[in-house]
């Protein structure tokens, strides 16, 4: 089963994406996690995307197909993957159903103040990339991961002002993949302003059915 989980920053994306690929035996390709691994480790594409990232722009389309490409390539892709951040274009979409099959695409629903407030205060985990938030989903000991214990991080592109352009960036070049994969029929919407431990009990009732109807 091959997902992609699709929806503007803050909607949840990361949170629903590493539960559900654990629950469903998928790999997890946040796009997003590799290019920030990419400019912990300063490598060249590291260097290249910081200032895309920090100013809340994309990453050139090339470079980032590139980077899915090759990804999908690896073995744990081979029973499944979930796309946490990618497509983010329609190029991109585009050149991944080129490359790949694409099962099903759900977009989280959550409006774009709610998405601004959750980003204010979200601390990242950089160990498995879980996210919290101290006012609507805290972790169970301060500032520490609940699944691996490393101390949580705030994101560096998490500043208001950065948000307000990634949600523009967003509108612009994100928002018509909605179109674009409902006129395929292969689109599921998702209340996303639920609580966490709900929205994925209503993913995995939704996929649970869907592999029934595949098999
Ligand atoms: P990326 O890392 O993908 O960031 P994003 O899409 O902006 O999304 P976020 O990670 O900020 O939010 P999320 O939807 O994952 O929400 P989360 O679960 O954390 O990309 C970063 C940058 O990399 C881009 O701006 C771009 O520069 C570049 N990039 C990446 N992919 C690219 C591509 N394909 N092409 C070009 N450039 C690319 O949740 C947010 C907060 O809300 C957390 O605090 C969480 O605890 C909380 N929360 C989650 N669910 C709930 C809930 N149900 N109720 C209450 N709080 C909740
Ligand atoms: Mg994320």
Known sequence: MNLILLGPP????????????????LAHISTGEILREAV?????????????IHTGQLVPDEVMIEIVQERLKALDCKEGFLLDGFPRTIHQAEMLEAFTRIHLVVALKVE???CVQRLA??????????????????PKKENVCDQCGAVLILR?????????????????LTAPLIEY?????????VD?????????????????SKILLWK
Do not use: W
């Not at 912990?40 to 995307?49: C, N, V």
């Not at 950065?162 to 612009?172: A, C, D, H, S």
């Not at 994969?181 to 919407?189: N, V």
């Open 10 to 25: 803050g909607s949840g994306k990361g949170t629903q994406s590493s539960r559900l690929a654990k629950e469903f035996k």
């Open 121 to 138: 205060s979200r601390k990242t985990c950089p160990g498995c990339g879980l996210t919290y938030n101290p006012v609507n989903h805290p």
């Open 181 to 189: 994969y409902q006129r395929t029929g292969r689109l599921e919407f």
């Open 192 to 208: 996303g302003t639920l609580a966490p431990d709900k929205i994925l009990q209503n993913l995995k009732n939704m996929l649970q």
């Open 156 to 172: 560096g592109d998490d500043k208001p002002e950065t948000v307000r352009e990634r949600l523009k960036v967003y509108v612009k």
């Open 40 to 52: 912990r480790s300063k490598s060249y594409l590291g260097e290249k995307a910081n200032h895309y």
């Open 112 to 114: 774009e103040e709610e």
